[in-house]
């Protein structure tokens, strides 16, 4: 099963990656920006998907100053090719 891991900052925490990119953004011509967090995406395959939140509790996030977001994909599959070429996609965490 191919899994995706959205990992970020929990709210209230220092984002000094996001501050840094949400700096930048104006100086680059790119007005109306706020609210910058960056964060990290971690895919991997795994045969037992009931490892996925021990591995994120465990290893993957830190669960004192971050969140993370499981997405178990359709199609397993799926090239490296299609989900880059999806990566641009909206999507919204409704958690």
Do not use: W
Not at 9 to 20: C, E, N, R, T, V
Not at 22 to 45: I, K, M, S, T, W
């Amino acid at each position: 099963m191919r899994a995706r891991v959205l990992i970020r900052p929990k709210a209230g925490i220092l984002d000094p990656q996001g501050i840094a990119v949400q700096r930048a953004l104006p100086a680059l011509g790119f007005a109306g920006v706020a609210n910058v967090h960056v964060g990290r995406l971690v895919e991997l395959d795994v045969e037992d998907e009931a490892q996925l939140e021990p591995m994120c509790e465990k290893l993957l996030a830190n669960p004192l100053v971050e969140e993370y977001e499981v997405q178990l994909l359709d199609d397993p599959s799926t090239s490296d090719d299609e989900y880059r070429e999806g990566f641009g996609t909206r999507h919204r965490d409704h958690t």
